[in-house]
């Protein structure tokens, strides 16, 4: 079988906070699809005096059919999701992986680990809504047996 995937880059958002017990937030705040002829990491692309915005490039999506349904139930929700597993190291919150299963990203946050759900970008939903299409057929439900008494 053919695997389809999407290089994607991944950016991470270090913020300033008024909270004394946490004074630094990370967060992923956008995914996109990665154009870069070089692995990025890290690089300063937006600063100011409260938010410092890092891109990572290399990253990349790669659909499954047995993820079909979750990625059904994602793109046909009101509000589609690129999920960012990530993690603090070093006091540098870094993406680890990217998905957009719901599933999958499920079972990152039941095994512990930072993730952030970003709205998806318009061709990252077409990409996917041409693979749900595709790939995606419902469960037929069965008939419930009747008891008899």
């Known amino acids: 079988?053919?695997?389809?995937?999407?290089?994607l880059a991944v950016i991470?958002?270090?913020?300033?906070?008024?909270?004394?017990?946490?004074?630094?937030?990370?967060?992923?705040?956008?995914?996109?699809?990665?154009?870069?002829e070089e692995p990025v990491a890290g690089k300063v692309v937006f600063a100011d005096e409260f938010a410092t915005h890092y891109i990572y490039s290399s990253f990349s999506v790669e659909l499954h059919r047995d993820e079909a349904e979750n990625y059904?139930?994602?793109?046909?929700?009101?509000?589609?999701?690129?999920?960012v597993m990530w993690r603090l190291e070093d006091e540098v919150g870094k993406p680890y992986q990217?998905?957009?299963?719901?599933?999958?990203?499920?079972?990152?946050?039941?095994s512990g680990?930072?993730?952030?759900?970003?709205?998806?970008?318009?061709?990252?939903?077409?990409?996917?809504?041409?693979?749900?299409a595709a790939n995606y057929v419902p469960e037929l439900k069965k008939p419930k047996k009747r008891m008899v008494k």
């Open 12 to 36: 991470m958002e270090r913020r300033l906070t008024s909270n004394r017990w946490v004074p630094i937030k990370w967060e992923a705040i956008a995914v996109l699809p990665d154009e870069s």
């Open 98 to 110: 990217v998905s957009v299963s719901f599933g999958e990203a499920a079972r990152w946050m039941d």
């Open 72 to 83: 059904f139930l994602n793109i046909g929700g009101t509000d589609p999701k690129v999920f």
């Open 1 to 7: 079988m053919e695997k389809i995937s999407l290089p």
């Open 113 to 132: 680990e930072s993730v952030d759900g970003v709205v998806m970008s318009r061709e990252i939903a077409a990409w996917l809504s041409d693979y749900v």
